[in-house]
């Protein structure tokens, strides 16, 4: 079945360092891939997406570039700031679940950013 | 922004008693969903739900767990004798259209303790 694999966390970082959280799926066809953020007492949020191999996503100065040749949605950013601590999730949904657009998602990665 | 907004934020239960979770969809959605995370694993699909009916449930979802729309707003999920392992973080989740990338918006979550 479908499966994503996340950089296991936590992860801290002084701020205005450069972010990489890695991400990489398993899945047949082609997926449409997400980041997702869960800031403290918050819901989970959409960060960014892709639905293609070679596509760009990109919010709030966070990237990830759908990589097919190596399943891959590295979420990156060049300059974090304490306001981006929050857990990071990547998933994806699957077109050949038949319109059902049930997302399969990674562990989570904690992200603290230390002033 | 319209919201998921979910109801309890916490709930403590015993072993044994019947839960009700509450969710109230953003209102021009039409497809529903629950997950669940339990502490420190991944966040888990339990179902989806549309024109009043299941449209896929997990292995996790078994006798145990329902789901209704009872009123054209709430959508609830039901436990109706939780066990110690039911207690997790659930997700109430809502979309427009489960059509190509699509995102899901997520409510705050309810955490739920069994005791």
């Known amino acids: 079945g479908d499966s994503v694999t996340q950089m296991e966390g936590p992860v801290t970082l002084s701020e205005e360092a450069f972010l990489t959280i890695n991400c990489t799926y398993t899945?047949?066809?082609?997926?449409?891939l997400f980041w997702y953020v869960q800031y403290p007492g918050e819901g989970l949020q959409l960060l960014l997406k892709?639905?293609?191999?070679?596509d760009k996503g990109s919010n709030k100065g966070f990237e990830a570039t759908y990589r097919k040749e190596t399943t891959s949605f590295h979420l990156e950013k060049g300059s974090v700031q304490v306001s981006d601590s929050a857990v990071y999730f990547c998933?994806?949904?699957?077109?050949?679940?038949?319109?059902?657009?049930?997302?399969?998602f990674g562990t989570g990665t904690r992200l603290t950013i230390i002033p | 922004e319209p919201e998921v907004t979910q109801t309890p934020s916490h709930q403590v239960t015993q072993m044994g008693q019947e839960v009700i979770l509450r969710c109230v969809p953003i209102s021009n959605h039409l497809y529903f969903y629950w997950y669940r995370q339990i502490l420190g694993q991944k966040v888990e699909f339990l179902v989806s739900?549309?024109?009043?009916?299941?449209?896929?449930k997990s292995e996790i979802f078994d006798d145990q767990f329902s789901v209704e729309r009872p009123d054209g707003s709430n959508f609830t999920l039901k436990i109706r004798s939780t066990k110690l392992e039911d207690s997790a973080m659930y997700f109430c989740?809502?979309?427009?259209?489960?059509?190509?990338?699509?995102?899901?918006?997520f409510g705050n979550g309810t955490r739920l303790t069994v005791t």
């Open positions: 899945a047949t066809g082609y997926p449409s």
């Open positions: 989740a809502s979309t427009v259209s489960p059509v190509g990338g699509s995102p899901l918006h």
């Open positions: 892709a639905t293609k191999a070679d």
């Open positions: 998933a994806l949904t699957n077109p050949s679940n038949f319109g059902n657009e049930k997302l399969t």
């Open positions: 739900f549309y024109n009043n009916e299941i449209s896929e």
